[in-house]
């Protein structure tokens, strides 16, 4: 017997008609330190029961009135849980026994009652109560922990459903599926557009599944939005993400990410593919164009300082095609050959591509889908699911599509311009070999200008597009004319990171100024370079055809969007005017 169980007092219905049996019982109750309460009849005992909530009862079998056994059953449907009752009777019969057991008493003691058999009785009872209210209370912790738990849960369900991307996602030519292991998926899909239109979409998966999985994902999907909506570039946002994992989650905690960029105007896709399975443009017919194999690490291994944010390029055109991003639970798992290892990806994959050949895009995903589900043959997956089909189309000279913004006002020029904020910035190779200087510009402009619906895309555009030529041709020096062709366009690009790499000096001035004049008001961008320049009269005059060849787009969006755009000196300097009236 337990000091516990021992020391613990009980307080204890005695009920019986005989007053010397009562009075004898209840003497012993006291001496072993309970409380006894007293019934002479089964009436008064149900009454006692309603009102002291005794912790047992010490019930008489045969008394006037109703007996012993009916009293028990009215006791058992009145309680709420279990208590512990003795029959005490001079019956010792077996039948007299299974009726009393039948009734709802627990233990029987036959008089004249012994006080040893008596107290070892009560003591059994002690350690069976303190067992079931030890019960009960664990079990109303484990119910209360639970409700906790299942509140903690859906709150944090709604938190990741609307930082996840599906929710985000209604960009008409993205298409995904995603399919968690658990009620939390540590497969994580994005998209969003920058301020100048471009398409920017991720697929990450977080090392393991469910909610820490999930929970690891939240400063990717964070940082990606974000700069994304602000303009950065690919190569930035894998940067921050990667610095932002770095500072915030454990070392153990990891994402493999793929994340692609979409300029459909120069039918240009870049690719960041950190530990994902190959991503793989598809053609019209579905047939393979192009795979993007994994060239890095995943998001949060490395420091900033070995981190490599290089991404790879693929001019895709003429015509449109998709790409397909998957992870590596699409192509993994369940209802591989036996004669393949388990975590052999080709299969999968040649799985997932045969599923991909048909010239029927809307019927492409689903097909695919069918294949994993068949793949699994109703298993369920013991990781995350995630396809994600991009349509990338052949639109060149998009982004001139915009009228009614080169006409120049009236009354401009009339008067005195008076200069309401002004802020210039000068930027010297060490800066531009490693700034992404037009998003933080716009940021500062948004600030500034934040009720004007100007400074939002067509700013962006016009910035980007100006200092895209002084850093490009006016330092960098490169030929625009390596744009005319897809392979053009690659090697574009591999040229332009080689000089910006030996780049050792040169800078670039660039004044925003917000200027007042009869007619209203508009942003003055002035930028140079300390380049050579160009014979921008003699360009001007013999502008290529934007509709079939892919350089020289760049000074026309300009000039769609802004109402003046000059060249001075020896065309290292550009002024353009963009009326906010116009917006």
């Not at 077996?94 to 070892?120: Q, T, W």
């Not at 922990?145 to 938190?159: M, P």
């Not at 600030?447 to 016009?462: K, N, P, R, T």
Request: with cysteine.
């Amino acid at each position: 017997m337990t000091e516990t169980a021992m020391t613990q007092s009980l307080r204890v219905l005695v009920v019986d008609d005989d007053r010397i049996n009562i009075a004898l019982l209840s003497a012993m109750l006291e001496q072993m330190g309970h409380e006894p309460v007293l019934a002479a009849s089964g009436e008064e005992a149900l009454d006692l029961f309603r009102a002291r909530q005794p912790d047992a009862v010490l019930m008489d079998v045969v008394m006037t009135g109703i007996d012993g056994y009916e009293t028990v059953r009215a006791m058992r449907q009145m309680a709420d849980a279990w208590i512990p009752i003795i029959f005490i009777t001079s019956m010792g019969r077996p039948e007299d026994m299974l009726r009393g057991i039948d009734a709802g008493g627990d233990d029987y003691l036959f008089k004249p009652v012994n006080y040893d058999m008596f107290r070892f009785k009560i003591g059994a009872l002690q350690q069976r109560l303190q067992m079931v209210r030890l019960l009960v209370e664990n079990r109303q912790t484990l119910l209360d922990y639970q409700a906790r738990n299942e509140e903690e849960r859906s709150t944090v369900l709604e938190i990741m459903h609307r930082l996840s991307a599906s929710n985000q996602i209604d960009d008409p030519q993205v298409h995904f599926y995603l399919q968690p292991a658990e009620r939390f998926s540590g497969d994580m899909i994005a998209a969003a557009r920058t301020p100048a239109g471009q398409l920017c979409v991720m697929l990450a998966d977080s090392a393991g599944h469910g909610l820490t999985a999930a929970i690891a994902g939240i400063p990717v999907l964070q940082t990606f939005h974000t700069m994304v909506q602000k303009g950065f570039s690919l190569g930035a946002i894998v940067t921050e993400i990667n610095c932002k994992m770095k500072a915030f989650l454990p070392p153990n905690r990891y994402v493999a990410a793929i994340l692609l960029a979409l300029d459909e105007e120069s039918s240009m896709v870049s690719v960041w593919n950190g530990g994902c399975p190959p991503a793989v443009v598809l053609k019209a017919d579905g047939m393979l164009a192009h795979q993007f194999d994994s060239r890095h690490v995943p998001l949060g291994i490395l420091n900033p300082d070995e981190f490599d944010a290089g991404v790879e390029r693929f001019c895709y055109g003429p015509g449109p095609c998709q790409i397909l991003l998957y992870s590596d639970g699409a192509v993994e798992g369940s209802g591989m050959e036996e004669s393949a290892p388990r975590g052999d990806m080709r299969q999968g994959i040649s799985r997932l591509l045969r599923a991909a050949r048909t010239a029927d895009w809307a019927a492409r995903l689903p097909r695919m889908v069918e294949t994993i589900q068949q793949q699994f043959a109703g298993k369920p997956s013991d990781d995350d699911i995630s396809l994600l089909l991009v349509d990338c189309l052949a639109e060149p000279g998009r982004g001139l599509k915009v009228e009614g913004r080169g006409q120049k006002t009236e009354d401009e020029g009339q008067g005195t311009e008076q200069v309401e904020w002004q802020f210039s910035l000068t930027l010297t190779a060490p800066q531009l070999k490693q700034l992404d200087i037009v998003p933080l510009l716009r940021h500062v402009l948004v600030q500034i200008e934040h009720d004007s619906a100007w400074v939002g895309g067509d700013l962006f555009l016009v910035l980007s597009e100006l200092f895209a030529n002084a850093l490009d041709h006016g330092l960098l020096k490169l030929d625009s004319a390596l744009k005319h062709d897809l392979e053009g366009m690659e090697r574009y690009y591999e040229e332009r990171a080689a000089c910006l790499e030996q780049l050792d000096y040169g800078e670039i001035r660039m004044m925003l100024e917000k200027v007042s004049f009869a007619a209203g008001s508009c942003i003055k961008i002035t930028i140079s370079d300390s380049g050579d320049g160009f014979d921008h009269h003699g360009w001007l005059s013999t502008m290529p055809d934007t509709g079939t060849q892919r350089h020289g787009r760049g000074i026309m969006l300009v000039q769609n969007l802004c109402h003046r755009i000059e060249y001075l000196g020896n065309g290292s300097e550009v002024v353009v005017h963009c009326n906010l009236a116009q917006a």
